[in-house]
């Protein structure tokens, strides 16, 4: 199959790649990783007011109306400039929820205000199982009462609402919880990747109206399966980006670094894991437009096509930071290279919605299962 851009997406492709090097340059990703949130709402609204807030949802609510691709290649741009803080946790997941299984007055209150850059949004799913699993949710919905703890929940601090996954009976439910409802309480987790920062979320007593049900049952493991698997390749769209920067800032060090009076990259060891480094980049580039393509048409092996490229991204973006990381030697544990804060992104987004494991079992059971 032949598959590249279009001219139009191109396009956006370029200029969220001028927007992002310009507004969040290392300089802004450092000061922002450095703050209790890795959040800064002038940026936020700027990107509101580009779109980005809005690509992928219906212009009724607000959005632009485009494609899953047209998000995949937003969201490289938004890895190579490793722009911090909730646009993942809202657009891709609580957005793709919302509009999913949202209800027309649940999609004007808070998809219109996600694409308004007015409200920022949230999963809680996991537990103390730490699995990515829906079947694995324990906390129960007890009539219209909320009790109970969601772990590593992204950006909770600053969401203005967070859409919990929960029991409901005996079937899978989602309910939207208000941040600031009585019986919420926030507290940080430690964070490999600064840039993003984890919460456990506490509900006590939290009262959930009938109007704030998500969904429930089937609908409910049919709306999570669509927002994890759009989520997911919007992280192996920024895990791309991330592993084409970290090349770039290697190749131009090896360009550079000179051992015995050449260029390293003379040398034939660092050419090959230069080499290895672009391989990694390009085999993620394929497989996450394809996934991305595959959902946006419906296909069948939509599914199959996000678990091949998040298994294989989880690894070639660890691979191709060890690989950088060794070709610039000393310089790259130092705090001021940039390379080492791409590297504490590529170890959180290995795990984040399913490591290589969890991919390669899910990728097992949807084979044996079409079969």
């Known amino acids: 199959m032949l598959f590249g851009l279009t001219e139009e997406q191109q396009l956006l492709k370029n200029s969220a790649r001028e927007f992002f090097s310009a507004e969040c340059p290392s300089a802004e990703v450092r ?57 993942l946790a809202t657009v891709p997941l609580a957005g793709t929820l919302l509009a999913t299984a949202g209800s027309h007055a649940q999609k004007q209150k808070y998809l219109s205000a996600i694409c308004k850059g007015e409200a920022l949004g949230t999963l809680a799913l996991l537990e103390k199982s730490g699995s990515w699993d829906p079947d694995a949710v324990k906390v129960s919905l007890d009539g219209h009462v909320l009790n109970g703890q969601k772990l590593f929940v992204s950006d909770a601090a600053i969401a203005t609402f967070l859409i919990v996954a929960v029991k409901i009976g005996s079937e899978l439910g989602l309910v939207i919880v208000d941040r600031n409802a009585e019986g919420v309480s926030v507290e940080a987790q430690p964070a490999l990747d600064m840039t993003r920062k984890l919460y456990a979320v506490s509900f006590i007593g939290v009262k959930i109206a009938g109007a704030d049900i998500l969904a429930k049952g089937p609908d409910a493991h049919d709306a999570l399966n669509r927002a994890m698997n759009v989520a997911t390749v919007a992280l192996t769209a920024e895990m791309t980006g991330g592993m084409q920067r970290m090349l770039d ?13 050449v260029p390293i990259g003379k040398f034939q060891a ?98 044996i299962d079409s079969h």
């Open 31 to 87: 000061r922002l990783m450095e703050t209790d949130t890795a959040h800064e709402p002038e940026l936020w609204s700027k990107m509101a007011e580009q779109g980005w807030t809005g690509l992928p949802f219906a212009e009724e609510y607000g959005g632009m109306g485009l494609g899953l691709v047209d998000l995949a290649a937003a969201c490289e741009e938004m890895g190579t400039a490793l722009v911090p803080g909730p646009y």
């Open 249 to 261: 800032m290697t190749v131009a060090y090896a360009k550079t670094r000179k051992q015995f009076g």
């Open 270 to 367: 660092v050419q090959h894991m230069c080499a290895d480094m672009l391989i990694f980049t390009e085999g993620c580039r394929s497989a996450t437009y394809y996934a991305a393509w595959a959902l946006q048409e419906s296909r069948p092996e939509a599914g199959l096509a996000v678990s091949v490229a998040k298994s294989y991204a989880s690894e070639a973006y660890r691979e191709t930071g060890n690989r950088g990381i060794q070709v610039h030697g000393g310089m790259g544990f130092t705090w001021e290279n940039d390379i080492h804060l791409y590297y504490r992104r590529a170890k959180a987004s290995e795990i984040a919605f399913g490591d290589a494991a969890f991919h390669r079992e899910r990728l097992a059971k949807q084979l």
